[in-house]
């Protein structure tokens, strides 16, 4: 008797959950299409957010970044902190870039730096002069004079040699007491004059009393159209034997 009463209790009941079931079901389905609606548009900005992460170096980040709309406390935190962070990440590559690339004795450009310069110069099809430099017995100064006293001779010389060039000119210590001058012009005759103002200016200097600071030169030229740069740096430091072979503090020019 009392389990006839249990089971006809049970089953009115499983109808009447059914009943609700499907009488709840638009609600249900309303309820859960609001909660999917809610999680895209809390998720929205954080994805944009991510995607501009992961753009960071696009030229138009930032302006992208403002354009995301982040309509709640914590996207408008993390929009506002973005921009910060990637341009802190753009100088300390900028910064680690210009370090691999420079000569921290003179500031100029070292052979790595040179490469990417000569590199950008073919691409760019533009002619430039190569004057190669070295300084004269410069065994002798440091010999007389001590090792730091040569690295101060070097810093002077990267100074005249840096305010001997334009914007455009790219200038590199290239070895110990080695420079290379590139020019970017067609212009010979001007090559030379540039050439020979740096080697008497050179002469001129007196470094903490140390005269007699001379230079040997080499000049060659590069046509993107008929040369090889590899070639036209090696006719340059033929240039530049030669002028050391003619008695130094001079300068040589070579044609291909
Ligand atoms: N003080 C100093 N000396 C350096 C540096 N790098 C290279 N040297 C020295 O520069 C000298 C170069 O000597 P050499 O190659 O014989 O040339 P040089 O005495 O200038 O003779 P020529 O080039 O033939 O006129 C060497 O004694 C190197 O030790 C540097 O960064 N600082």
């Not at 909660?35 to 895209?40: A, K, Q, T, V």
């Not at 996207?75 to 000569?103: C, F, N, R, Y």
């Not at 305010?163 to 590199?172: P, T, V």
Request: aromatic residues 8%; hydrophobic residues 45%; contains cysteine.
């Amino acid at each position: 008797m009392t389990i006839r009463i249990t089971y006809n209790t049970l089953l009115s009941l499983k109808g009447l959950m059914l009943s609700v079931l499907y009488k709840t079901a638009p609600l249900t389905r309303v309820t859960l299409l609001s909660i999917w609606l809610l999680c895209r548009l809390i998720s929205k900005p954080l994805w944009h957010l991510a995607q501009r992460a992961n753009d960071r170096d696009h030229p138009l980040v930032f302006e992208k970044i403002k354009r995301i709309s982040s309509w709640y406390f914590e996207a408008a935190q993390l929009k506002k902190a973005m921009p910060v962070g990637i341009s802190l990440l753009h100088k300390k590559i900028t910064h680690l870039k210009s370090e691999v690339q420079t000569d921290p004795m003179t500031g100029l450009y070292n052979r790595c730096g040179l490469k990417l310069a000569v590199a950008a110069l073919r691409e760019a099809q533009q002619p430039f002069a190569i004057i190669a430099m070295d300084i004269d017995h410069f065994i002798k100064i440091n010999d007389t004079w001590g090792h730091d006293m040569g690295d101060e001779v070097i810093k002077r010389l990267g100074q005249l040699i840096q305010s001997c060039s334009r914007e455009s000119d790219i200038s590199c210590r290239s070895g110990g007491e080695e420079f290379l001058l590139l020019l970017p012009a067609a212009d010979r005759v001007a090559f030379l004059a540039i050439a020979e103002r740096l080697r008497t200016q050179a002469a001129a200097e007196h470094v903490s009393g140390i005269k007699d600071i001379t230079l040997s030169l080499g000049i060659a030229f590069y046509h993107p159209r008929q040369d090889k740069s590899e070639n036209v740096f090696k006719l340059a430091d033929k240039a530049l034997y030669l002028a050391k072979y003619g008695g130094r503090n001079r300068t040589v020019m070579l044609e291909q």
